[in-house]
């Protein structure tokens, strides 16, 4: 007997990802409808002793299919997506809200799917005064009606049976009534298209078609849109001489016999007590107030994810480095295999989770605001503030993470229904100055901002550094929604829920979810990027370089007037100073023949305008998987050793000493030091606005596809570049 298929759908905040939850635990798996973005998730759970597939639909207000997440439902409900048409429907709906949630109970109906409606927070609405005859309405509709606390559990197991008794005996829901014109109507588009095309269509979804803006149900048919526009007008306009408005018709239908429906089966007491959220939201929702305590959230919210992350992060990073210092001790004998180990797969895992921690916090904070209702109202809030350029109040919450890492601020954007304003969230939110950039700013103004102009400017340029990106970001989201993101933007639906206490173990699923996804997906990616860059780094070996610096080494020690003997006795000792300085030195004469020290030669021409030098151009490429690489790249460029970081006052000294050789390309240049003020600049603009982190581009790819990550990539480094050159070449005429 094959394994029944069933879907569950609902309107947003009805609980119908908690009840997903709630009936397959941990036997659930998550990925993404072919060809598109939208999540989709499938479990397995048991009911009436068989084995059953359970697929957590998108939720959504109505099957209008004008925005992704409905297409997919639409596509999933009549079988033209990649799993097979469904067995059964469990629709969600919540109690408080019968009228409006019913709705896209009667779209689901005009399907024929058998279904079982769960009428989920009864508590709610009791306590508003609502109470709902479960006989009356499963009468009225021909199917099976179980009241529900999904939340708490209750309900679970009578939802389970009358699922189990469905499958047997499947009851399709009462279908709605159509006037004849719209009989009328879809006899036009019957007529009209050939045979083996209406064949593959069934009326209802020609129904669809009719009253939907923008179907795709046609073209899944094989139906051509110059053959479908003319007999769209047609059959909509029997509607319009029957006095109805085609794309407003099936709303007032549909509504009008629900409300006569109801008559009789919700019943509201003038006792109920007037919603506890509507008294929170004359504050937290007023223009003044609410936007300072909204801020006062956001901070706290943002401190957290680096204050709480940090202390994870750097326990990750303290045991990378342990187990990296452990294998290079067992396989000293074995340099290649040690290096691969210790700085390639070692390093990469690290890299990897050294971000976790970050994500697990930003999602039980979202966790938190959208089970508790408050994630509504700060979109609410930040809509009017961000619509001007394209985005919605729920783009926000992604750029304000931003602040903190990249990847987590991507992830975040999956809140955002509309496509164009999550795409464009997508593609600026890497733009928000991350914690990863700190340590560039740290050594550049350290060692060239504040010692020449003191510390009112060292802050200063701090904080332009923090502000630049998000300066840039709203006109850039402005340029994207209008000339680049295909297809209409859609309105802005907010509903405000009642505000609720957060389920525990909804928000840590939640956290377990998001966290294993990133893993499991953008991980592999970020590790292979590690491993890759590591490759670069470590070949080729010629083998006249550990000679060359020996033989370097050797005259620098004899002219220094130490004996020969006395040299090769130090070298011999591993623990001595001497053996060390060669270690660091063969370190960067290493990286400087290998194929990213090469890479960075050939290309430093292009970031000469910068007034980059062939070892920054390295520690650039070489800071692809994360920006903070560069520091230690600087390290060993000039001999210091790969555990260099930002406060290193030997690093400093070696940047503030470093010249142009005699043989630059522009002789002007020739002797003058290569850090001065304008490079220091051009450096923090060029990392405070390329996207240098691997690991962020893994996820855009994750989360919006391949073409968006490679657009990301490249836009983001053409206006690092502009904006590196142009402060270069500006500084240079002021500062010099």
């Given amino acids: 007997m094959p394994t029944p298929l069933i879907a569950v759908i609902g309107n947003p905040n009805t609980g119908k990802s908690t009840l997903f939850n709630k009936l397959t635990g941990s036997r659930q798996r998550v990925g993404n409808y072919p060809g598109v973005t939208v999540e989709k998730k499938i479990g397995r759970f048991s009911v009436s002793g068989r084995e059953a597939t359970l697929l957590d639909l998108p939720g959504a207000y109505s099957l209008a299919a004008t925005s992704p997440d409905e297409r997919v439902a639409v596509d999933v409900l009549t079988g033209h997506s990649d799993c097979p048409r469904p067995d059964l429907v469990i629709c969600v709906v919540d109690a408080a809200n019968l009228q409006r949630n019913l709705f896209l109970v009667m779209q689901v109906a005009d399907f024929g799917l ?3 409606l769960a009428l989920n927070m009864t508590d709610e609405a009791e306590k508003l005064g609502i109470t709902v005859s479960v006989e009356k309405l499963s009468v009225k509709l021909g199917i099976p009606v179980v009241p529900m606390v999904a939340v708490k559990g209750r309900g679970i197991e009578e939802l389970k049976a009358a699922v189990g008794g469905s499958l047997k005996h499947p009851r399709a829901p009462l279908p709605v009534t159509w006037p004849p014109a719209v009989n009328d109507a879809l006899a036009v588009l019957e007529n009209g298209i050939a045979d083996g095309e209406r064949e593959s269509l069934a009326r209802s979804e020609l129904r669809r078609v009719l009253f939907d803006a923008d179907s795709a149900l046609l073209e899944r048919a094989g139906v051509r849109k110059d053959r479908l526009a003319p007999l769209l007008v047609t059959a909509r306009e029997r ?12 709303a007032l239908i549909v509504y009008q016999q629900l409300g006569a429906l109801l008559a009789d089966v919700e019943m509201r007491s003038a006792t109920g007590r007037a919603p506890f959220s509507d008294q929170l939201d004359r504050v937290l929702t007023h223009r003044v107030w609410g936007l300072v305590i909204f801020l006062g959230v956001m901070y706290v919210v943002f401190q957290s994810i680096y204050a709480w992350a940090a202390p994870l992060m750097d326990a990750i990073e303290k045991t990378s480095a342990a187990a990296q210092e452990m294998v290079s001790a067992w396989l000293a004998d074995l340099p290649v295999l040690q290096s691969l180990l210790a700085d390639g797969v070692i390093a990469g895992i690290g890299s990897v989770l050294v971000f976790l921690p970050q994500i697990l916090v930003l999602f039980f904070f979202i966790a938190l605001l959208e089970d508790s209702g408050y994630m509504a109202r700060a979109a609410f809030l930040m809509d009017k503030l961000f619509g001007w350029c394209g985005l919605n109040g729920k783009s926000f919450v992604p750029m304000l993470s931003g602040f903190a890492c990249g990847i987590p601020a991507v992830m975040a954007t999956r809140a955002i229904e509309d496509r164009k304003s999550r795409l464009a969230t ?14 560039v700013y740290v050594i550049m103004i350290g060692s060239f901002i504040e010692p020449r102009h003191g510390a009112h400017w060292a802050g200063f340029t701090l904080f332009a550094m923090h502000l630049l990106g998000l300066a840039l970001a709203l006109p850039l989201a402005w340029l994207f929604t209008k000339f680049l993101l295909r297809g209409r933007s859609q309105p802005f639906l907010l509903e405000l829920p009642p505000y609720r206490w957060p389920a525990p173990l909804n928000v840590l699923w939640r956290m377990w979810e998001r966290g294993g996804q990133f893993v499991k997906r953008a991980g592999t990616i970020i590790f292979a990027m590690s491993v890759l860059i590591w490759a670069l780094c470590y070949f080729p070996r010629p083998a006249d370089v550990e000679e060359n610096v020996k033989d370097k080494l050797l005259r620098a020690e004899l002219a ?18 001497l053996s060390a300085v060669l270690a660091r ?44 690489v560069i520091i230690s790249t600087l390290g060993i460029i000039y001999h210091l050793g790969a555990g260099t970081d930002e406060e290193s006052e030997p690093l400093r000294e070696k940047m503030a000493a470093e010249r142009w050789p005699a043989d630059d390309e522009l002789g002007a240049r020739a002797g003058a030091p290569v850090f001065n003020v304008p490079v220091a600049l051009s450096v923090m603009v060029f990392f405070a606005l390329c ?3 691997g690991a962020t581009v893994a996820v855009i790819i994750r989360e919006a596809g ?31």
């Fill in 114 to 116: 058998p279904m079982v």
């Fill in 239 to 250: 509607l319009f001489k029957a006095g109805l408005n085609p794309l407003a018709a099936e």
């Fill in 426 to 439: 997508v593609l600026i939110a890497p733009l928000m100055s991350c914690s990863a950039r700190l340590p």
């Fill in 560 to 577: 220094a007037g130490k004996s020969r003997a006395a040299v090769d006795a130090e070298l011999a000792d591993a623990e001595s100073s």
């Fill in 585 to 628: 030195t063969l370190g960067g004469a290493y990286l400087e023949q290998s194929y990213l020290g090469r890479a960075g030669k050939f290309i430093q021409p292009v970031f000469a305008p910068a007034g980059f030098d062939w070892k920054i151009t390295v520690g650039v490429l070489a800071s692809f998987p994360a920006r903070e």
């Fill in 691 to 693: 996207l240098q982190c």
């Fill in 706 to 736: 391949l073409k968006w990550g490679v657009f990301s990539f490249c836009y983001m480094t053409a206006l690092a570049w502009i904006g590196a050159v142009l402060c270069y070449q500006v500084g240079m005429r002021i500062f010099t």
